[in-house]
Structure formats: structure tokens, C-alpha cells
């Protein structure tokens, strides 16, 4: 079955300190892999997808198929970047299926 | 400049009292999605249009329909709401099929609350 587990519910990261969020998931298939965002009192929007190897507001996120893992990381947190983040797994069709997410908090 | 239009952003229901809530675009994307988030839980896809053709979920209950009069507007129904349908209701939608043509554009959601 296809699942996308983000193990840690609440993540608190100090100012300028670096962050990672775990993302693993399982999928016999390619999948493709994504990074949605919501910030406060906003709609979730997309971060990044790992087919566009890009970075977004510092963010980054390799795809690692050995660990089915797909973690996103900043090196330098910044007090901006609370907010909720779901990852997400498309399986080639029309459907996305998400994790729980995670909230990063961003300590002053 | 929002794009997908949710509304409305609350909806108070009664158990058992059909309701209807609506999500209009302004994008011209084919595919428009509904979603339903309970609380500390993921997005969970109910069903998906791509133009007229409707998609549902094998696991989407039957007290859960949708209608797609025309492009640009999507309707959820919900025929007789129970307490355990109390969540927040997503719509999105996508330019075409298929993961690459990705990102979903969310809208706000409308949070259902049954009485």
C-alpha cells in the first residue's frame, strides 16, 4: 500500500539553526515526491517537488530511493518558516496521497 | 487574486441535514479535487473530476457526492451529515492529469461543524 509517514507531529528549531524534516514513504512504483506548505491562516501551497531539484525560501529536499526517504532541510531556520508541511506522494495518476504533516516551530 | 474560491468558510449543519458546499475557479484547470482534513490528519482525497468525468474513491462513503456543472464551479454533497463528518472540506485543482502536471492549487477550505 502506498503511505507517506512524517514521524514527528510538532518540530521546534531555533532561529538560524539548521532544520530537517523526515519524510519516508512506501511505493512500489517512481514516485513523485512533493513539499506543501501552510502558514498561518493560509491555504497549503506548494514548496517544491523533487523532479524540479530546486531550492524554495533556502529549502531543499533530495529524493533518496534506497531510504524511500524525502526529507526537507534548511540549513539556516528562520523565524518565517513556522507554519504546517505536508508531504506528499503522487503515484503517476491523478492522486496525491499526504502525510499527517509536521509543525515547525521557529524559536526566537 | 484568489483562484480557487471556497465557499462558504464555515458551515454549521445539523445531523441528518443535507448540506452543500461549493468551490469555484478561476484557473481553467480541468481536474478539480475534493479533500476532507480531520483534525492532525492528512488531506484525504474523496473524489476528482477531470472535466465531466467523475472519479470517487473506493472508500469515499456513499453519503458523499459531487457535481461539476461546467469548468469553472464543483459542488460537494453531503446527503445526510453524521457527527464523524465534521472536518475541514478542501477543494483543489490541477491544469491537467498526471503527477507532472502538479502542483494542486488549494483553495481555503470550508470547515463543516454537525450539530
Known amino acids: 500500500a502506498q503511505r507517506v509517514t512524517q514521524p514527528e507531529k510538532l518540530l521546534s528549531v531555533f532561529k538560524g539553526a539548521p532544520v530537517e524534516l523526515k519524510c519516508n514513504y512506501s511505493?512500489?512504483?517512481?514516485?513523485?515526491l512533493f513539499w506543501y506548505v501552510q502558514y498561518s491562516r493560509q491555504r497549503l501551497q506548494l514548496l517544491l517537488r523533487h523532479i524540479s531539484r530546486e531550492s524554495i525560501k533556502g529549502f531543499t529536499a533530495d529524493l533518496n530511493k534506497g531510504e524511500t526517504s524525502f526529507h526537507l532541510k534548511k540549513p539556516f531556520a528562520q523565524e518565517e518558516d513556522s507554519a504546517m508541511y505536508y508531504c506528499a506522494l503522487s503515484r503517476g495518476d491523478d492522486k496525491i496521497i499526504f502525510g499527517k504533516g509536521t509543525r515547525l516551530h521557529i524559536l526566537p | 487574486d484568489a483562484m480557487v474560491i471556497q465557499n462558504p468558510r464555515y458551515q454549521v449543519t445539523q445531523f441528518g441535514k443535507p448540506v452543500t458546499l461549493s468551490c469555484s475557479q478561476t484557473?481553467?484547470?480541468?481536474?478539480m479535487y475534493w479533500y476532507q482534513q480531520k483534525s492532525s490528519q492528512a488531506p484525504k482525497l474523496l473524489f476528482h473530476?477531470?472535466?465531466?468525468?467523475?472519479?470517487n474513491e473506493a472508500d469515499t462513503p456513499d453519503n458523499f457526492q459531487s457535481r461539476r456543472p461546467n469548468t469553472s464551479f464543483c459542488f460537494l454533497d453531503i446527503r445526510s451529515p453524521g457527527l464523524g463528518d465534521a472536518a475541514m472540506y478542501l477543494c483543489?485543482?490541477?491544469?491537467?492529469?498526471?503527477?507532472?502536471?502538479?502542483?494542486?492549487?488549494f483553495g481555503d477550505g470550508t470547515r463543516l461543524s454537525i450539530l
Open positions: 484557473l481553467n484547470h480541468n481536474v
Open positions: 473530476y477531470y472535466d465531466k468525468d467523475f472519479n
Open positions: 511505493y512500489s512504483g517512481s514516485p513523485e
Open positions: 483543489a485543482t490541477s491544469r491537467e492529469k498526471g503527477w507532472s502536471n502538479q502542483p494542486q492549487h
